[in-house]
């Protein structure tokens, strides 16, 4: 989407560095004549950014965590990427304004290089004011630590300097990647991802092969302290640019060679897919140590929620922001069922036994939170949705029902899941949980996957693109509406009774609002609707930031993930609403009005053959301009 | 609405009218027990009630009603940014709430300031005055910076898509405010002493009769503003009808950074009138008062400037009194516990009773086929 050039002045010449001076007619700006204004303006968002960066303490938390052993940390990294983003970000505008070059690139490089610097100036403005003011006060971070990684320890004039020098090299490499051709430009994605993937991945990658006996070339690529040994990053930058030269093309190959096939073949064929994926989901944990075990256990349990959620937000598109009631009922229902401590009654079932009551208990919660929201409109639901979430936390808590649920005490000595006595589920062994999850995960997946594809399913998409038009077809929307509320409600059940034999005991603390945002970020950030984008999603956001009390994969970000979520939710929705790996529908009905723009600009071309050509130019310029 | 009440028609209905009618008895019940045992704690209906009822003393009641109608005004002053935002734009703006802590956040680090150069002592109304502007501009511009950046990209997409964002930046807000500021309850500093003694016969609070006289205020400032100056009549017709504002020559961005701009004064007043009255500010100061303010907002009926403050008044004076009032006398234990619990409650009632709220809402074109 980057490489193409909307202009105004006729035919483009294909993008890339061959764009040159030739098919246009306005003299070549030398490239210094730069819009600075736009290079201010743009420079100082980001300086404002990245000094907010820094004080909000990530350089300092994540310079603990290596990248590239005694080259690069991830505090650096932190300081360094929104000259690059603001500099490629001028690169691209310059790209799409088409100006004509004296030499390929230098235009969109030198303005890269000068917003880069007026970025890395607020990191010395920043080192000049901490080195001469006292802050501490309100803001915490301000601090000679701070100041001293700021100036690598020698002092502010150094800081001044090389933040300048340094802004404005990583924004030159910025605007740089705008010109690079194709090639050269997947090779370095490629390259960076690896790296950045093996890094983030360390813990992951040196458990697996611990297990699987290969302590060997683990040393080999991973520093002792942490982070890519320099030999190990050579080597994984060359092999995975190799691959990327190799393999370009080759996955995308295979993708369509697999849409193309139909019938048998194409079942067949996903079937594999399917297959290969369970069989390594299976065999990986038994390599894998316990906090790999955990981590993966902790991400199973979001992915659940998260197809439950799916289903109510996704399918039937009922924002639901009190999801979480179901997750705390669930965990409520089976502690009591199952716990013999629990304060009022203690039968003590056997936690499959309880399960079936569990999933009674929250169908019904569901039917009674969701009866009365049900007619609301979508934005009233939520915050009402919103408003029972914190009331069964409430109540949960209160003195009242303590007798039930004992209070803030909470739910202690909650026994592990036995299953058929064949084998016993509880946390001091996540690995059976983490089975346990992904038995419960299939069952999810095949439920919603079955149901997209039923007539409820195609009820709930109904609703959800037009409730009238729904209703006139015949959908009872009121019942189609709840009966997705109830279903992800059960689904989320699961995950609830799940969690407490898994941890061994509920507090109402552990169902905080909160909760609900980040099932919400992880399906909005996966793709509203996509199962793979869901399941993807939470990999990615709980596997690596981690949950809202359970640490990812990077737990030096414990501190900074609600920040990122945060910051995550918005940039999704204003750049990729429709999520990491999208559902068809939900694309189409998110850019519906795009389409259709372009449907109806077809069509008027068509008709401007017979009918007259001004008018209808100009009701087409109305129509465009009104929507 | 009457209609189907009197006459269900679906399973649902029934479910809703039973849950209507049970709700009223609950209400009736409760109320009836708390009359029972204000004249005579020891009578059969208020034992067969609540066996350990005693009931409430006038002084109590009277404590519980004002400090109601404090918080509720403070409601009222958040809610008017709810209502304006939803009149104009059609969308609840979620991170409303996440302003009013910054304009809290602000006072809180403004009258430390001023308290550390000894100001805060030796001139109290004065320092009032300056942390309240520093404040309304810091709301404002926050206010203001969110609207540009994560709601006008967004503007006539699907009414569900900018909610979503405005949940993104309430939970960017508050956990800014987390990493710039710290986790830790901060404090504001000692307010002198004539706004902790009781005033007048009723006895009440100093800090709770400035909460409320400025509220109203800075209501009746909004109401001139808004009903009487040029830019007010153009923030009403643009929600009357965005488009039809701007081919009468309304340049309509800016009308709405103006709403933005005036809710989030609001908003940065109330949080210094919070400082004033609780003297204590959390990350997670703004989420609760935030969604009650919006239930107030609602209750008063969404768009409607005066249903704002009455909605706020009745929320804070519901929250406050309705669990001695009802839940108490029915022998819920620990009801002080469960006030937000009835705060949404009463969000949820009224929907279900009337949606439109108490005054009716005024809705953006778009809304009212």
């Given at each position: 989407?980057?490489?193409?050039?909307?202009?105004?002045?006729?035919?483009?010449?294909?993008?890339?560095?061959?764009?040159?001076?030739?098919?246009?007619?306005?003299?070549?700006?030398?490239?210094?004549?730069?819009?600075?204004?736009?290079?201010?303006?743009?420079?100082?968002?980001?300086?404002?950014?990245?000094?907010?960066?820094?004080?909000?303490?990530?350089?300092?938390?994540?310079?603990?965590?290596?990248?590239?052993?005694?080259?690069?940390?991830?505090?650096?990294?932190?300081?360094?990427?929104?000259?690059?983003?603001?500099?490629?970000?001028?690169?691209?505008?310059?790209?799409?304004?088409?100006?004509?070059?004296?030499?390929?690139?230098?235009?969109?490089?030198?303005?890269?290089?000068?917003?880069?610097?007026?970025?890395?100036?607020?990191?010395?403005?920043?080192?000049?004011?901490?080195?001469?003011?006292?802050?501490?006060?309100?803001?915490?971070?301000?601090?000679?630590?701070?100041?001293?990684?700021?100036?690598?320890?020698?002092?502010?004039?150094?800081?001044?300097?090389?933040?300048?020098?340094?802004?404005?090299?990583?924004?030159?490499?910025?605007?740089?990647?705008?010109?690079?051709?194709?090639?050269?430009?997947?090779?370095?994605?490629?390259?960076?991802?690896?790296?950045?993937?093996?890094?983030?991945?360390?813990?992951?990658?040196?458990?697996?092969?611990?297990?699987?006996?290969?302590?060997?070339?683990?040393?080999?690529?991973?520093?002792?302290?942490?982070?890519?040994?320099?030999?190990?990053?050579?080597?994984?930058?060359?092999?995975?640019?190799?691959?990327?030269?190799?393999?370009?093309?080759?996955?995308?190959?295979?993708?369509?060679?697999?849409?193309?096939?139909?019938?048998?073949?194409?079942?067949?064929?996903?079937?594999?897919?399917?297959?290969?994926?369970?069989?390594?989901?299976?065999?990986?944990?038994?390599?894998?140590?316990?906090?790999?075990?955990?981590?993966?256990?902790?991400?199973?349990?979001?992915?659940?929620?998260?197809?439950?959620?799916?289903?109510?937000?996704?399918?039937?598109?009922?924002?639901?922001?009190?999801?979480?009631?179901?997750?705390?009922?669930?965990?409520?229902?089976?502690?009591?069922?199952?716990?013999?401590?629990?304060?009022?009654?203690?039968?003590?079932?056997?936690?499959?036994?309880?399960?079936?009551?569990?999933?009674?208990?929250?169908?019904?919660?569901?039917?009674?939170?969701?009866?009365?929201?049900?007619?609301?409109?979508?934005?009233?639901?939520?915050?009402?949705?919103?408003?029972?979430?914190?009331?069964?936390?409430?109540?949960?808590?209160?003195?009242w029902l303590s007798g039930w649920f004992g209070g803030s005490q909470g739910i202690t000595n909650i026994p592990g899941a036995e299953i058929f006595g064949l084998a016993e589920v509880s946390g001091t062994d996540p690995r059976s949980v983490f089975y346990l999850v992904l038995a419960f995960c299939a069952i999810a997946i095949y439920v919603s996957w079955r149901l997209e594809r039923s007539r409820i399913g195609r009820a709930w998409m109904a609703v959800r693109e037009d409730e009238t038009v729904a209703e006139a077809m015949g959908i009872n929307t009121v019942n189609v509406k709840l009966l997705a509320f109830v279903v992800g409600a059960v689904l989320g059940s699961f995950s609830g009774a799940i969690f407490s034999a898994k941890v061994g005991s509920v507090f109402p603390a552990s169902f905080l609002i909160l909760v609900s945002i980040v099932i919400l970020v992880v399906v909005i950030f996966g793709g509203m609707g996509s199962i793979v984008g869901v399941i993807a999603g939470s990999a990615v956001l709980i596997g690596v930031l981690g949950g809202p009390k359970q640490p990812g994969l990077l737990a030096e970000f414990s501190e900074f993930k609600l920040l990122i979520y945060g910051a995550l939710l918005v940039w999704m929705m204003l750049a990729r609403p429709e999520g990491l790996i999208p559902s068809v529908r939900r694309t189409r009905e998110l850019h519906q009005e795009e389409m259709a723009q372009?449907?109806?600009?077809?069509?008027?071309?068509?008709?401007?053959?017979?009918?007259?050509?001004?008018?209808?130019?100009?009701?087409?310029?109305?129509?465009?301009?009104?929507? | 609405?009457?209609?189907?009440?009197?006459?269900?028609?679906?399973?649902?209905?029934?479910?809703?009218?039973?849950?209507?009618?049970?709700?009223?008895?609950?209400?009736?019940?409760?109320?009836?027990?708390?009359?029972?045992?204000?004249?005579?704690?020891?009578?059969?209906?208020?034992?067969?009630?609540?066996?350990?009822?005693?009931?409430?003393?006038?002084?109590?009641?009277?404590?519980?009603?004002?400090?109601?109608?404090?918080?509720?005004?403070?409601?009222?002053?958040?809610?008017?940014?709810?209502?304006?935002?939803?009149?104009?734009?059609?969308?609840?703006?979620?991170?409303?709430?996440?302003?009013?802590?910054?304009?809290?956040?602000?006072?809180?680090?403004?009258?430390?300031?001023?308290?550390?150069?000894?100001?805060?002592?030796?001139?109290?109304?004065?320092?009032?005055?300056?942390?309240?502007?520093?404040?309304?501009?810091?709301?404002?511009?926050?206010?203001?910076?969110?609207?540009?950046?994560?709601?006008?990209?967004?503007?006539?997409?699907?009414?569900?898509?900018?909610?979503?964002?405005?949940?993104?930046?309430?939970?960017?807000?508050?956990?800014?405010?987390?990493?710039?500021?710290?986790?830790?309850?901060?404090?504001?500093?000692?307010?002198?002493?004539?706004?902790?003694?009781?005033?007048?016969?009723?006895?009440?609070?100093?800090?709770?009769?400035?909460?409320?006289?400025?509220?109203?205020?800075?209501?009746?400032?909004?109401?001139?503003?808004?009903?009487?100056?040029?830019?007010?009549?153009?923030?009403?017709?643009?929600?009357?009808?965005?488009?039809?504002?701007?081919?009468?020559?309304?340049?309509?961005?800016?009308?709405?950074?103006?709403?933005?701009?005036?809710?989030?004064?609001?908003?940065?007043?109330?949080?210094?009138?919070?400082?004033?009255?609780?003297?204590?500010?959390?990350?997670?100061?703004?989420?609760?008062?935030?969604?009650?303010?919006?239930?107030?907002?609602?209750?008063?009926?969404?768009?409607?400037?005066?249903?704002?403050?009455?909605?706020?008044?009745?929320?804070?004076?519901?929250?406050?009194?309705?669990?001695?009032?009802?839940?108490?006398?029915?022998?819920?234990?620990?009801?002080?516990?469960?006030?937000?619990?009835?705060?949404?409650?009463?969000?949820?009632?009224?929907?279900?009773?009337?949606?439109?709220?108490?005054?009716?809402?005024?809705?953006?074109?778009?809304?009212?086929?």
């Amino acid at each position: 989407m980057n490489l193409t050039v909307p202009s105004e002045t006729g035919p483009q010449p294909p993008p890339g560095p061959a764009a040159s001076t030739a098919s246009n007619d306005s003299p070549p700006r030398p490239p210094f004549a730069q819009d600075w204004g736009r290079i201010a303006r743009m420079g100082a968002v980001g300086a404002v950014g990245q000094i907010f960066i820094s004080l909000s303490n990530m350089p300092v938390k994540l310079d603990g965590r290596a990248i590239i052993e005694g080259i690069l940390s991830l505090g650096y990294l932190s300081l360094v990427v929104l000259p690059f983003a603001v500099g490629s970000r001028v690169g691209y505008q310059v790209r799409r304004e088409g100006v004509p070059f004296h030499r390929p690139g230098t235009y969109e490089v030198v303005g890269g290089a000068a917003c880069g610097a007026v970025v890395g100036g607020g990191l010395s403005l920043l080192a000049i004011l901490i080195a001469n003011f006292d802050l501490r006060e309100p803001l915490v971070n301000w601090s000679p630590i701070l100041a001293d990684l700021l100036a690598f320890n020698r002092g502010t004039a150094f800081a001044v300097v090389i933040w300048l020098a340094v802004g404005a090299v990583i924004g030159a490499l910025g605007g740089l990647l705008r010109v690079v051709p194709p090639l050269a430009k997947r090779i370095l994605w490629t390259v960076v991802l690896t790296l950045f993937g093996a890094a983030v991945l360390e813990s992951l990658t040196t458990d697996l092969a611990e297990g699987m006996g290969l302590e060997g070339p683990v040393e080999w690529f991973y520093a002792p302290r942490g982070g890519l040994t320099v030999t190990g990053a050579i080597a994984l930058a060359i092999g995975s640019a190799v691959l990327a030269v190799v393999g370009r093309g080759r996955v995308k190959g295979a993708k369509a060679h697999i849409d193309s096939l139909e019938g048998p073949a194409r079942t067949r064929a996903h079937l594999g897919l399917i297959l290969a994926t369970g069989a390594v989901l299976v065999i990986l944990p038994m390599f894998a140590g316990k906090l790999t075990n955990e981590l993966l256990a902790n991400v199973g349990l979001f992915v659940l929620l998260a197809l439950g959620l799916n289903v109510v937000v996704g399918l039937a598109g009922i924002l639901d922001l009190g999801y979480v009631a179901f997750f705390a009922v669930g965990s409520y229902s089976a502690a009591v069922l199952t716990a013999a401590a629990s304060p009022r009654i203690n039968p003590e079932l056997p936690w499959f036994v309880a399960l079936i009551g569990v999933v009674i208990l929250t169908g019904l919660v569901g039917l009674f939170i969701g009866a009365p929201v049900i007619r609301m409109r979508g934005d009233y639901l939520a915050i009402v949705t919103l408003g029972f979430g914190e009331i069964i936390r409430l109540l949960f808590l209160s003195d009242w029902l303590s007798g039930w649920f004992g209070g803030s005490q909470g739910i202690t000595n909650i026994p592990g899941a036995e299953i058929f006595g064949l084998a016993e589920v509880s946390g001091t062994d996540p690995r059976s949980v983490f089975y346990l999850v992904l038995a419960f995960c299939a069952i999810a997946i095949y439920v919603s996957w079955r149901l997209e594809r039923s007539r409820i399913g195609r009820a709930w998409m109904a609703v959800r693109e037009d409730e009238t038009v729904a209703e006139a077809m015949g959908i009872n929307t009121v019942n189609v509406k709840l009966l997705a509320f109830v279903v992800g409600a059960v689904l989320g059940s699961f995950s609830g009774a799940i969690f407490s034999a898994k941890v061994g005991s509920v507090f109402p603390a552990s169902f905080l609002i909160l909760v609900s945002i980040v099932i919400l970020v992880v399906v909005i950030f996966g793709g509203m609707g996509s199962i793979v984008g869901v399941i993807a999603g939470s990999a990615v956001l709980i596997g690596v930031l981690g949950g809202p009390k359970q640490p990812g994969l990077l737990a030096e970000f414990s501190e900074f993930k609600l920040l990122i979520y945060g910051a995550l939710l918005v940039w999704m929705m204003l750049a990729r609403p429709e999520g990491l790996i999208p559902s068809v529908r939900r694309t189409r009905e998110l850019h519906q009005e795009e389409m259709a723009q372009d449907a109806w600009l077809r069509g008027q071309t068509d008709e401007d053959e017979t009918a007259d050509d001004n008018n209808g130019a100009a009701a087409g310029r109305t129509a465009v301009g009104e929507s | 609405m009457r209609a189907r009440l009197l006459r269900p028609r679906t399973r649902v209905d029934w479910f809703l009218t039973v849950i209507r009618v049970a709700v009223l008895i609950v209400l009736a019940v409760g109320f009836a027990a708390f009359i029972a045992q204000e004249i005579n704690p020891d009578n059969p209906f208020a034992q067969w009630a609540n066996p350990d009822a005693t009931g409430l003393t006038g002084a109590q009641f009277r404590g519980l009603v004002v400090s109601g109608i404090a918080q509720g005004s403070m409601y009222g002053l958040i809610a008017l940014g709810y209502s304006m935002v939803y009149g104009v734009l059609g969308f609840i703006n979620f991170a409303h709430g996440e302003v009013f802590m910054v304009g809290a956040m602000t006072g809180m680090i403004t009258s430390n300031k001023l308290a550390d150069a000894g100001l805060w002592e030796s001139n109290f109304i004065g320092s009032l005055v300056f942390i309240v502007v520093v404040s309304i501009i810091v709301s404002s511009l926050t206010a203001v910076i969110m609207e540009r950046v994560a709601y006008r990209p967004l503007r006539g997409s699907p009414r569900l898509i900018p909610l979503i964002t405005s949940i993104g930046v309430s939970f960017f807000l508050q956990n800014a405010s987390v990493v710039l500021l710290g986790p830790a309850s901060k404090s504001y500093p000692d307010v002198p002493d004539w706004l902790k003694a009781k005033h007048t016969f009723l006895q009440i609070e100093g800090a709770k009769i400035l909460v409320v006289v400025v509220a109203a205020l800075s209501m009746a400032a909004l109401w001139y503003y808004v009903d009487r100056t040029k830019t007010g009549k153009a923030m009403r017709a643009v929600a009357e009808d965005a488009e039809i504002a701007a081919l009468m020559g309304i340049d309509v961005n800016r009308t709405i950074v103006k709403v933005f701009a005036v809710g989030g004064a609001m908003a940065g007043m109330a949080g210094i009138l919070w400082g004033i009255l609780f003297r204590s500010v959390i990350h997670t100061t703004g989420f609760l008062p935030g969604i009650k303010a919006f239930s107030a907002a609602v209750v008063g009926g969404i768009g409607h400037l005066g249903g704002a403050m009455a909605g706020g008044l009745s929320i804070g004076v519901a929250e406050s009194v309705g669990p001695l009032l009802i839940l108490e006398p029915l022998g819920v234990s620990g009801v002080s516990q469960l006030r937000d619990a009835v705060a949404f409650s009463m969000l949820i009632i009224v929907l279900l009773v009337k949606p439109a709220g108490l005054f009716g809402e005024r809705l953006p074109a778009e809304d009212r086929t």
